[in-house]
C-alpha cells in the first residue's frame, strides 16, 4: 500500500536552515505530482509547495516563495523541501502529500509529518 | 491569496445532519471543479472524504456528501455518529498549480 514517510524535522535557530524529506513507496512515484502541507500547533491546514510527477515544475505559496525548494529524486523515490531563512511562523508539522485522482490538489495520500521547531 | 473560509465550528445530535460551508472567490472555488474535503482526527494526519466537489474516495461511508454553489462549496453529514467528531478541512485547487485551504471546521457530536 501507499506509505510517505517523513523525516529531517527538528530544531533550529531563527534565519537557519533545514531539509525535509519525505520517502516514498507502493505507487509509481515518477507519476505522481507531489506537495508539501504544513500545520502550525494547535492551527489548520496551509499548502506550502508542489513538484510535478517529472519535478520540471515547481509552485509555492507566497509565505515562503524564495526561502523554500522543493525537489525530487524519482530514483531513490524521494521528496525534498529546502527551508532556508527559517521563521517563527515556520514552525509547524510538515506532510508529504500525493495528488491523486486528476490530481489538481486532491490529497489522496499524506504521511504522518515532521515537526519543524524555529527558536530564536 | 487568502484562506477559504469556514466555520469554525459545527455541532449535532447523533443521527442528526449538519453542513459545512467554505467561501471561496471567482478565482477558487468559483473557477474548478475541484474542491476537496478532508477529516482529521486528533494526532493524525488528514484523510480525504470528497474530492472534485462531490465524489467518494473508495470506503468512505455515503453519509459524506459535497456540493457546490457558485463560490462556496458545503460538506454535509448525515446521520451523525459519533466516531465523526473531527477537524474538517476544504481545499480549492486556484490556479496555476496553486491550492488553498480553508481555516478548519470542529465538528462536535452532542
Known amino acids: 500500500q501507499v506509505q510517505m514517510v517523513e523525516s529531517g524535522g527538528g530544531v533550529v535557530q531563527t534565519g537557519g536552515s533545514l531539509r525535509l524529506s519525505c520517502a516514498a513507496s507502493?505507487?509509481?512515484?515518477?507519476?505522481?505530482?507531489i506537495h508539501w502541507v504544513r500545520q502550525a500547533p494547535g492551527k489548520g491546514l496551509e499548502w506550502v509547495a508542489f513538484?510535478?510527477?517529472?519535478?520540471?515544475?515547481?509552485q509555492y505559496a507566497d509565505s515562503v516563495k524564495g526561502r523554500f525548494t522543493i525537489s525530487r529524486d524519482n530514483f531513490r523515490n524521494t521528496l525534498y523541501l529546502q527551508m532556508t531563512s527559517l521563521r517563527a511562523d515556520d514552525m509547524a508539522l510538515y506532510y508529504c502529500?500525493?495528488?491523486?485522482?486528476?490530481?489538481?490538489?486532491?490529497?489522496?495520500?499524506w504521511g504522518q509529518g515532521t515537526l519543524v521547531t524555529v527558536s530564536s | 491569496q487568502s484562506a477559504l473560509t469556514q466555520p469554525p465550528s459545527a455541532s449535532g445530535s447523533p443521527g442528526q445532519s449538519v453542513t459545512i460551508s467554505c467561501t471561496g472567490t471567482?478565482?477558487?472555488?468559483?473557477?474548478?471543479?475541484?474542491v476537496s474535503w478532508y477529516q482529521q482526527h486528533p494526532g493524525k494526519a488528514p484523510k480525504l472524504i470528497i474530492y472534485?466537489?462531490?465524489k467518494r474516495p473508495s470506503g468512505v461511508p455515503d453519509r459524506f456528501s459535497g456540493s457546490k454553489s457558485g463560490n462556496t462549496a458545503s460538506l454535509t453529514v448525515s446521520g451523525l455518529q459519533a466516531e465523526d467528531e473531527a477537524d474538517y478541512y476544504c481545499?480549492?485547487?486556484?490556479?496555476?498549480?496553486?491550492?488553498?485551504f480553508g481555516g478548519g471546521t470542529k465538528l462536535t457530536v452532542l
Open positions: 481545499n480549492s485547487y486556484a490556479g496555476n498549480h496553486k491550492v488553498l
Open positions: 502529500a500525493k495528488e491523486e485522482f486528476r490530481g489538481y490538489g486532491t490529497f489522496g495520500s
Open positions: 471567482s478565482s477558487d472555488i468559483g473557477a474548478y471543479n475541484y
Open positions: 513538484v510535478r510527477n517529472d519535478g520540471n515544475l515547481e
Open positions: 472534485e466537489v462531490s
Open positions: 507502493g505507487f509509481i512515484f515518477s507519476n505522481y505530482g
